[in-house]
């Protein structure tokens, strides 16, 4: 997404300076070509050469300064870029821009550009709410420039509150969810990830190898593509996907039922991507079970709900997505829970294939529709297979919009 994306990256003077050499590392990471511009009390908590020699592009500090073909260096790079990001970015640098201060390289090309604009503002917490501070934040947002609020933590000034820059891995979310088309916006999406844990006695339960990751990246992709997004998922270690998903905790599958079942009439999609158990222990028993003295143990097992099963026949205008993790016969199988859980897409997941399924990063996925179409859909990140799952998504929502009776926007 960052490809080839030209980014201005303006350094204000505030501790969190050091932590903009590894945003800059990330977005370049990821193949944007970055240009630095500092402010002079920038330069005293880190120097332009730190920047000059990871970027591999002069760093502009002289509002004065020309280019190299005698251009005016904050106007001809202003023009040239897709983005420009303030990080951090310092009550002063928020003031001088919202009263209409140039006098330095990085207010100035503020001014001079048109691009999207991001601040990652770090601050002391008092500094941060105070009103001045708050009503310059406004005026820039009524404005339009984008914001990367600071999180709550340990300040440098050794106090604690919200103050601090946003982490680097936040930031780089929030740029890519700038250079994405917003397709999904006026959609509610719930999606499920993760496994279930079905107990059996007050420390042992039956789950399967699912982490999350599928789920988590289909919650990021579709929240990044203007999507209100609930999550429900089973217990897990990953971090939460981004701050403005609502996440709703399960246990096992009656659990995650549910917390399903009291989402799905607000929503206009499901994903489920969870690996919900099919059965669970009959009896939970309360206390732990001892060890035999002929060394087995029989286990009687009952169905759980089949969710996504039931939503198939509860849906109205609803566009249900299901997955199938499968060890053989993929597309046989899938086909069958394509039909009898009447959903418009399943994705076949082989999860013997290598780099495939539980637990990895990476996905291999077929997708088939209820036309029978299918795409095959090869080694992938996660989060690139959640795309153009979204992408067949994006594509049955336009239909269904096309094929609603008049009048549509009533
Ligand atoms: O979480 P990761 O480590 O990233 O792994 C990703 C994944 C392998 C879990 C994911 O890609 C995946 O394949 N998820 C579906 C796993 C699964 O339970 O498949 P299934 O074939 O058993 O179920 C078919 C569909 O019915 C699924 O959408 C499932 O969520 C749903 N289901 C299943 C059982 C049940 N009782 N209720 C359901 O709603």
Redesign the pocket.
Known sequence: MLKNKEIILGVTGGIAAYKTVELLRELSKRGANVHVVMTQNAQRFITPLTFQTLSGNPVLCDMFQLLEDSKIGHVALADSADLMVIAPATANILGKIANGIADDFVTTMVMATKVPVLFAPSMNVNMWESDIVQRNVERLKAHRYEFMDPAEGDLACGSVGKGRMADIEEIIEKIEDIFTTKDLTGQHVLI?????LEPIDPVRYIT??????????LAKMARRRGAEVTLITGP?YLSVPRRDIPQIVVND?RE??DA?AGCFDDCQIV????????FRPQDVLEEKITKRKNGSYCLEME?????????GEKKRNHIL??????TSELME??EV?LQE?KLDL??A?D?TQPG?????DT?R?KILDAFGKVRTVPLLS?DEVAHIILDHVVKLVKKKEKDRPWPRNW
């Open positions: 499920t990830a993760g496994p279930t399967n190898r699912s982490t999350g990751r599928m789920g988590f990246a897990h599958a995650m039922h399903v994903i489920m991507a969870a690996a919900v158990a099919d169905k759980n709900p089949d969710i996504l099963k039931e939503l997505v299901g997955f199938a993790a499968e199988h899938a829970k859980k399943i994705v997941n999860v495939a399924g539980f637990g990895v996905n996925v996660k």
